[in-house]
């Protein structure tokens, strides 16, 4: 059985950059990265572009910090969005840049991983390739399979008549085709995926029946690039640190200005200066849409606040406007639920019936890991979504404690909004179903890894073997993959200050974060942390996928302060006071945290 020092699974941008980091501080141990796919990329492999498909993101903030995307090299220019092709090349580039090009193994399906008993640990892994099976020994294992990698696409009842192409989002480049082909499409869906397929049909004069829910979460929040009466970047927008003192945060103690925090969340002045805040975020978003101008354009009008929103509050990043395709009757809105297919027809909840050449269903991601687990029954100390009769982290009295500390710091969460009084499951629908054992609709428990990342179990902060990087959803993929890739590799070694780790070894004298016992991490605090902040996302963004793993956007640059300060380094980084409140964060801030985190780690002798 081959031996491998360390084995990632997945090769897109968080897969990439956990493999580019060990490469990096490790380049003599032996390394395998494997992929589902024919090519790299996850989101932006080539197998999965579109015609038309663009990141939200503009040159300048989609990119890692110590691989800058040049308008010369790729031909993207200042102000303009990066198109799927662009990524796909950047990320090559970076992978031949950084050495690891060459330690991807496509077409490698991991079908389960065992972890073995001994202080060691390590996984035995089971992949499936063309050639039939085999067997890994990883001593280390990254999961960077993401969260966008498995569709979920409900069998409806009637498609064995349908006649005509039926797919997820996820296969639209496979049908391509169809945006020559067909005529009349459907569209079921109101994320922002659904949003960019049908614009792609709709800019070609194909006419689309986009179909929202009934009884979903509505259209997701829509923004133009620049947003407040001051025109502000959004995407740069939510990483100025003034402007994130507005979301209540868990996890913002990192980042300091406690007080400041405590005024805006923990004061009733302070609370009415915020939700105003927010209102006018919400109110100018809505004014620049014109959504009440026409009675068509006003049923893609958000039903969530804006405060409650997470990743599902996207960029509008098409060349022209999609509104007007409503207007204009090539794009026909309907809020309805499908209920069932004919031959070559749509049938929805209010008795319409919808004449189509083909059907793409935008209806969401498998959230739990495309992976077998095994003994079985460690889903749970891993922390991976489980059956909640199976006990672990989520006691009554431990969620209660959490929900309590959450909700005396931020009283505004208590007020919780009702999105839809209508709401229920995608498979309580008339007509949906699912062969498929694994059903998101099933009420199993949240992801719950100590910083979105670590089983916060005894047995795995002893072994350290497993992470898990790229379990949440946000603006900032490319921050947050660095920041992770980062701390993995020092959580791995045991590297990481005894105030955010246990060390597993004894600290030299000269190590100045060998802190007394009553500062070093305790497993009961860990455990505290990770349910603290699992339940957070539950109150702090109940529109978006809050309840099911971190989902957040106003939060990021939070959370990179939390892995920034977890490594022992600046969290800082700006020329003085005004320009840490009001320059917005951005890669080149971190251009060389890996160097960083290696002199600082030299530093403590660890």
């Not at 050495?99 to 499936?128: C, M, N, P």
């Not at 794009?331 to 749509?346: F, M, N, P, Q, Y």
């Not at 209660?400 to 995608?426: H, T």
Request: charged share 20%; with cysteine; net charge neutral.
């Amino acid at each position: 059985m081959e031996t491998l020092d360390l084995v990632v699974i997945g090769a897109g941008f968080f897969g990439l950059a956990a493999a580019k980091t060990f490469h990096q501080l490790n380049p003599d141990k032996t390394l395998a990265i494997l992929d589902s796919g024919s090519v790299l990329g996850g989101v932006w492999s080539k197998d999965r572009l579109y015609p038309g498909l663009k990141t939200n993101n503009m040159l300048g903030t989609f990119e890692y910090p110590d691989f800058p995307m040049h308008s010369d090299v790729l031909g993207v220019k200042p102000g303009e969005h990066m198109t799927g092709e662009v990524m796909y090349r950047y990320l090559t580039m970076y992978s031949e840049k950084f050495g690891i090009i060459d330690k991807i193994r496509y077409q490698s399906v991991v079908l389960a991983a065992e972890h073995q008993d001994g202080a060691e640990g390590g996984w035995v892994l089971t992949i499936q390739t063309d050639n039939g099976q085999h067997q890994i020994y990883a001593r280390k294992l990254i999961m960077a399979a993401g969260l966008t990698s498995e569709p979920f696409l409900p069998r409806i009842e009637g498609q064995e008549d349908f006649g005509v192409p039926l797919f997820h989002s996820r296969d639209f480049g496979k049908y391509a085709v169809t945006l020559d082909s067909a005529k009349t499409v459907t569209i079921f869906g109101g994320t922002k995926s659904a949003w960019d397929v049908v614009y792609a049909y709709g800019s070609r004069g194909v006419k689309v029946n986009w179909v929202i829910r009934e009884s979903g979460h509505g259209p997701s929040w829509m923004a133009p690039p620049y947003v407040t009466p001051l025109k502000k970047w959004l995407e740069k927008l939510v990483h100025t640190r003034l402007l994130t003192w507005f979301s209540p945060c868990i996890w913002s103690d990192a980042g300091g200005y406690t007080g400041i925090r405590s005024f805006y969340h923990g004061t009733a002045i302070g609370r009415i200066i915020t939700n105003a805040f927010w209102s006018i975020l919400g109110n100018d978003v809505i004014t620049l849409n014109k959504y009440d101008s026409h009675p068509e354009t006003k049923k893609l009008k958000p039903w969530s606040q804006a405060m409650f929103t997470a990743s599902s509050f996207s960029i509008l990043n098409y060349p022209t406007n999609i509104f007007d395709l409503v207007r204009n009757g090539t794009v026909k809105v309907h809020i309805a639920d499908v209920t069932g297919l004919s031959a070559r027809t749509v049938h929805l909840s209010d008795g319409t019936q919808l004449d189509t050449d083909a059907l793409c269903c935008v209806t969401g991601w498998k959230h739990v890991p495309p992976v077998k687990f095994l003994p079985e029954g460690i889903d749970k100390e891993l922390g991976l979504p489980h059956n909640p009769s199976e006990g672990g982290l989520f006691t009554p009295e431990a969620v209660e404690k959490a929900d309590e500390e959450i909700l005396s710091r931020f009283p505004r969460l208590r007020d919780q909004p009702v999105q839809n009084k209508n709401m229920k499951p995608l498979l309580a629908t008339k007509g949906l179903t699912t062969t498929d054992e694994i059903n998101p609709s099933t009420p199993l428990t949240p992801w719950a890894l100590y910083r979105f990342m670590v089983p916060p179990s005894a047995r795995f902060l002893q072994t350290r073997d497993i992470a898990f990087a790229g379990v949440l959803l946000n603006f900032s993929t490319s921050l947050v993959a660095h920041a992770q890739s980062i701390w993995i590799m020092g959580y791995f070694s045991d590297q990481l200050p005894a105030a955010v780790l246990p060390p597993l070894k004894p600290r030299p004298s000269s190590d100045t974060t060998a802190t007394p016992a009553e500062t070093t991490k305790t497993l009961a605090e860990i455990r505290r942390d990770t349910l603290l902040h699992v339940r957070f996302g539950r109150w702090r963004h109940p529109a978006g996928h809050g309840t099911q793993f971190p989902d957040f956007v106003f939060d990021a640059l939070s959370y990179v302060d939390l892995l920034v300060k977890d490594m022992g380094l600046e969290v800082h980084r700006k020329a003085g006071w005004w320009a840490e409140m009001t320059d917005p964060y951005g890669p080149e801030d971190y251009r060389d945290l890996v160097g960083e985190f290696g002199a600082a780690v030299e530093a403590r002798g660890c």
